[in-house]
């Protein structure tokens, strides 16, 4: 785990959310396939504590100084990423591809974040963290409703299952997750921002997990959207519009975060067949995409063009 916590001490010195984030992902680096394998072949269950608190010691002697509630905090978000990492590489090795037991340890490691950040204990540089996490979260549960709903209807043609229960397809795990997503969400939209914050000069994510927020709000979109409940993602709209007045303008975002945004909103209200309002959020969401990102322009102008087709 070593890789894991000198990338940790250069994060923090760096202030760096996206470079602590890269030791929370589930992908290996291309120059290091063998990564997770690795690291969950470094230690055990039983030393499992001690050997992360003893690395995040090591590296953060002298130079940082980490509080003993941060520290402890950081042994259960990475001794829940070790458990995580076994799964994946029982997957990745075709050891059984428990894509259950993968999802139940993802979201050990989301639950464990969401406590130190609920404790006070992570700053709101860190917040890449939860991009990274809520992220696979979603599509880990996709896979586990996936091959939950397959074993179900093999079960079903074995004789083991009636009809009617073979016939749903179940979205379980990823119900559960927009419940965890849906908590995130909250701990961004409830971190208080100064005016002082507002204006500062210091890097943004440096100030308050408010700017994490249209990342966990587009988040909850897709999963929403996937769930076929499309509204719910309106009351998280109402919940952005109770909050506008203490936050940053949408525009001081990424731009990343602002054409997903856009797109969804867009979308919503093209259903909800306000289609003048629908057309000016996916033009904003097609302006904005990158020139060379042709897939995501495709993308986002197909129901500007249904909207044209239709009433132009």
């Given amino acids: 785990m070593q890789n894991i916590f000198q990338q940790f001490h250069e994060a923090y010195v760096q202030g760096s959310g996206p470079l602590l ?8 680096p291309p120059d290091d396939p063998t990564h997770l394998k690795r690291l969950s072949e470094n230690t055990s269950a039983t030393s499992l504590s001690q050997d ?29 990423f070790w458990k995580a990492s076994g799964e994946i590489v029982s997957i990745q090795d075709r050891l059984g591809a428990n894509w259950i037991a993968l999802y139940e340890a993802w979201k050990d490691v989301a639950n ?33 409703d996936e091959a939950h709903n397959c074993t179900r209807e093999l079960n079903f043609l074995a004789g083991e299952q009636d009809d009617a229960v073979a016939s749903i397809g179940g979205n379980e795990r990823l119900e559960d997750a927009a419940r965890v997503i ?4 909250t701990l961004c939209i ?7 914050e507002l204006t500062s000069s210091r890097a943004p994510l440096e100030e308050s997990r408010r700017w994490g927020l249209y990342y966990a709000t587009n988040l909850l979109f897709k999963t929403y959207f996937k769930l076929n ?11 952005l519009q109770a909050s506008r007045v203490d936050m940053p303008p949408l525009e001081a975002f990424p731009k990343s975060h602002i054409v997903t945004f856009k797109y ?13 309002k629908a057309e000016e959020n996916l033009t904003d969401a097609f302006n904005l995409c990158q020139r060379d990102a042709r897939r995501n322009r495709e993308f ?3 129901p500007v063009g249904v909207r044209r087709l239709i009433f132009v």
């Fill in 21 to 28: 984030a890269t030791t929370l992902s589930p992908i290996a």
């Fill in 229 to 239: 409940s499309v509204g719910l993602s309106k009351n998280i709209l109402r919940a």
């Fill in 52 to 80: 992360i608190r003893s690395g995040l010691s090591g590296v953060t002697g002298g130079e940082l100084k980490l509080s003993k509630g941060e520290r402890s905090a950081w042994v259960e978000v990475y001794a829940a």
């Fill in 190 to 196: 409830s971190d208080s921002a100064t005016e002082r």
């Fill in 300 to 302: 986002v102008a197909s």
């Fill in 112 to 144: 464990a974040l969401i406590k130190g950040y609920s404790g006070g204990w992570f700053e709101a540089w860190t917040v890449p963290c939860l991009y990274v996490v809520g992220r696979y979260l979603r599509v880990f549960a996709i896979r586990a």
């Fill in 182 to 185: 849906n908590r995130v969400f």
């Fill in 264 to 276: 969804y909103v867009g979308v919503i209200l093209f259903l909800d067949e306000n289609y003048e």
